[in-house]
């Protein structure tokens, strides 16, 4: 379970990065753990991976963490081959501390991602976490916390939620994504579905491109981490997902004929955000589902034909009214 964790962390710090440097000369990553900092070590190699484009930037890394007098010492082997351009600052404490932090590392008005890990987010610590231009948070947390009504007080307008599920029963936990970018929710979805726990968890292994998202797959078609348990992904609509090659778009087709009957006829753009928002899936796999639905007619289009565009819009077809015996 952590290694997927941390390497759906070093995916989504890999997509972060280079936009965050393109938009700004300074940038904040904020890491804060109310456990073990297992994954801070591999965002500072994600970090060190893109050196080239540091020249002339600043980024400000805070670790806050209550690891011990080793913390500093363990993160110092990998902070000694990074470029001057970046800061690594180590604050001993919980997260309830990141405000007070991101206001002394002066995080606000330039690109902030930040990651919670482990527990339920209060209100002052996800307002500090929305003082980025953008702002992106990454939250963690055990099942009994709804993270996502959190995130949408906060205001960030795009959230997404998934319960990683281990098959041999041990505790599930709970992942949610925050952010005012479309990209930016696609890549989260993207590396939930690639990471596997079996190699980027350390940032060492390629995140993109031949031979990104490769690993072990259980017989029953579940995630194998590295340390050998299966992981499914439960939807928030209720259903559990293998993580195998594309997901099936049965459920998917079933939850988007659902939101056109009841919100009425919406884009294909509209659609493919509802299942990055409010589902598992992916916003390729909408594009799936609903081919799947014009070919069984269970949905229009309009126009009838030409690409699936986003500006296509889309209707459910009433179920034909059943004959009277009468």
Excluded: N
């Excluded at 003082?131 to 995130?151: C, I, N, Q, S, Y």
């Amino acid at each position: 379970m952590d290694a997927v964790l941390r390497e759906l962390l070093v995916r989504q710090l890999d997509h972060w990065l280079p936009g965050a440097l393109h938009r700004s000369r300074r940038a904040t990553l904020a890491l804060a753990y109310a456990g073990d900092p297992g994954s801070a070590e591999a965002a500072l190699r994600v970090v060190a991976g893109h050196a080239d484009r540091l020249r002339g930037r600043r980024l400000t890394v805070l670790v806050l963490a209550d690891g011990g007098p080793e913390l500093p010492a363990r993160l110092g082997v990998v902070e000694a081959g990074l470029p001057g351009d970046v800061a690594v600052h180590v604050v001993p404490g919980d997260p309830a501390r990141l405000p007070v932090a991101l206001k002394a590392a002066g995080a606000a008005g330039a690109p902030l991602l930040t990651l919670v890990d482990g527990v339920p987010p209060d209100r002052a610590l996800l307002a500090a976490t929305t003082t980025g231009r953008p702002a992106e948070v990454l939250l963690t947390a055990a099942t009994t916390t709804a993270l996502r009504p959190a995130l949408t007080a906060a205001g960030f307008p795009l959230v997404a939620e998934v319960e990683l599920v281990p098959v041999d029963g041990s505790p599930a936990r709970r992942v949610a994504f925050g952010t005012g970018l479309d990209k930016s929710l696609e890549a989260f979805k993207d590396a939930l579905w690639a990471a596997d726990g079996s190699g980027a968890a350390d940032g060492s292994r390629a995140t993109h491109g031949p031979g990104a998202g490769d690993g072990s797959r259980g017989a029953d078609g579940s995630m194998v981490t590295g340390g050998g348990a299966a992981i499914r992904y439960r939807d928030p609509a209720g259903g559990l997902l293998d993580v195998a090659g594309p997901p099936a778009a049965g459920p998917l087709c079933g939850e988007l004929l659902a939101e056109l009957t009841r919100q009425g006829p919406r884009t294909v753009t509209e659609l493919r955000r509802h299942a990055l928002t409010a589902t598992a899936y992916r916003a390729v796999d909408a594009g799936r589902a609903l081919t799947e639905l014009l070919d069984t007619g269970a949905v229009s289009r309009d126009p009838e034909h030409g690409r699936l565009g986003g500006d296509v819009l889309i209707s459910a077809v009433p179920a034909p009214a059943s004959r009277s015996t009468a």
